[in-house]
């Protein structure tokens, strides 16, 4: 099945309306810009599968000096050398 899709301003929105091959229109729908109109169109349709979002995936901190604070950077300062004692 080919469609053609045609987006046009009407006012501040812009309508997107799809035709078969006859010229019989099929649907349509509106949307704040030309490229959403154009991409919920064919959501709508069934020929855009909407891709899932990707998650990113959340490293859990094995001890409390291995979360990348401020302290694990100065675990190996302190311990090194001791203190030197004053008179």
């Known amino acids: 099945m080919d469609v053609d899709i045609v987006v046009k301003k009407k006012g501040s929105v812009f309508e997107a309306v ?5 010229g019989l229109k099929i649907d349509s729908l ?3 810009s030309a490229a959403n109109a154009r991409r ?3 959501i ?3 020929m ?3 891709k899932p979002k ?8 094995t001890t409390l000096l291995d ?3 401020v302290m694990s950077g100065l675990q190996g300062v302190t311990s ?3 203190w030197k004692k004053t008179k």
Do not use: H, T
């Open 30 to 32: 509106v949307a704040f």
């Open 40 to 42: 919920l169109l064919k």
């Open 48 to 50: 855009e599968v909407k």
């Open 80 to 82: 090194s050398k001791p």
């Open 44 to 46: 709508k349709l069934g």
């Open 18 to 22: 799809a035709y078969d091959n006859s």
């Open 54 to 61: 990707k998650k990113k995936v959340k490293r859990q901190p």
């Open 67 to 69: 979360s990348r604070s």
